[in-house]
C-alpha cells in the first residue's frame, strides 16, 4: 500500500514541476518554485495545486 502512495506523489510531483516550467516566469522563480515543491513533499504538492498554480504568476513576474 505505501508503494502505491509513493507512486501516485511522485507523479504528482513530477506534473507539478512541468506545470511550473510552463509559466511565463523568471527561470529563477521555476527553479524555486520546482525545488520547494520536491522538498515538501505532501505538504508541497497540496499548497502548489490548492493555492499557488494560480498565484505564481504573479509572485515571480
Known amino acids: 500500500m505505501g508503494f502505491i ?12 514541476v512541468l506545470d511550473i516550467f510552463k509559466k511565463p516566469i523568471s527561470p ?9 515543491v520536491l522538498l515538501t513533499s505532501w505538504v508541497g504538492l497540496a499548497v502548489y495545486y ?3 498554480k494560480d498565484h505564481l504568476t504573479e509572485w515571480f513576474k
Open 5 to 16: 502512495i509513493y507512486i501516485i506523489g511522485l507523479v504528482l510531483a513530477i506534473m507539478a
Open 28 to 36: 529563477v522563480g521555476k527553479l524555486i518554485s520546482a525545488v520547494l
Open 50 to 52: 490548492l493555492y499557488a
